[in-house]
Antibody, heavy 120, light 107 residues
């Protein structure tokens, strides 16, 4: 059964770069059948799509975050990563990774999520 | 970009009630719509995809309908364990936008 697990620092200082990794188990991140996405949820608020990557060469980003976001794939580690630059308190959120189908691009399954707090 | 708007933002209903949540897209998205359930402190769970197809393991009291710009999620007979926030998500093309959520409580 596919499992996804987010990892990374739980505390990031304002103006610095948030870096998270999603480790994929029991499936290959190189599979041509799937896309891989990041979603976040600020405390007490709704879900926001951040971006999606396919095969390490095709990325899609939320226009509201595009200038600060990079998503990449490390096939050797079966992981994909998120980098968000110049963070502020507004970037404090639970960050989830999830799989999307090649045609069926809903998010399923999801990782457990990791809380990242932006604070000095 | 296409906006997704859910209504109501919150609702309170009694056990056994029929509950309907609406999701509207600012432009047509055919049937490329999914619904998620998120219980407090938990990970969102896929309920429905392709607007009306029930995901494996989801109780049959949940159903979805719609196409184009208007979609509904219906719970035929509300149970206490259905207390959650429900989100719609478009997936016709990027950006894969979510609705703002509908918080469902028991009266």
């Amino acid at each position: 059964q596919l499992q996804l697990q987010e990892s990374g620092p739980g505390l990031v200082k304002p103006s610095e770069t948030l870096s998270l990794t999603c480790t994929v188990s029991n499936d290959s991140i190189s599979s041509k059948n799937y896309y891989w996405g990041w979603i976040r949820q600020p405390p007490g608020k709704g879900l926001e799509w951040i971006g999606t990557v396919y095969q390490s060469w095709h990325t899609y980003y939320n226009p509201s975050l595009e200038s600060r976001v990079t998503i990449s794939v490390d096939t050797s580690k079966n992981q994909f990563s998120l980098k968000l630059t110049s963070v502020t308190a507004a970037d404090t959120a639970v960050y989830f990774c999830a799989r999307q189908g090649y045609y069926e691009r809903w998010f399923d399954p999801w990782g457990q999520g990791t809380l990242v707090t932006v604070s000095s | 970009d296409i906006q997704m708007t859910q209504s109501p933002s919150s609702l309170s209903a009694s056990v056994g009630d029929r509950v309907t949540i609406t999701c509207r897209a600012s432009q047509g998205i055919s049937n490329y719509l999914a619904w998620f359930q998120q219980k407090p402190g938990k990970v969102p769970k896929l309920l429905i995809y392709a607007a009306s197809t029930l995901h494996s393991g989801v109780p049959s009291r949940f159903s979805g309908s719609g196409s184009g710009t208007e979609f509904t999620l219906t719970i035929s007979s509300l149970r206490p364990e259905d207390v959650a926030t429900y989100y719609c998500q478009k997936y016709d093309s990027a950006p894969y936008t979510f609705g703002q959520g509908t918080k469902l409580e028991i009266k």
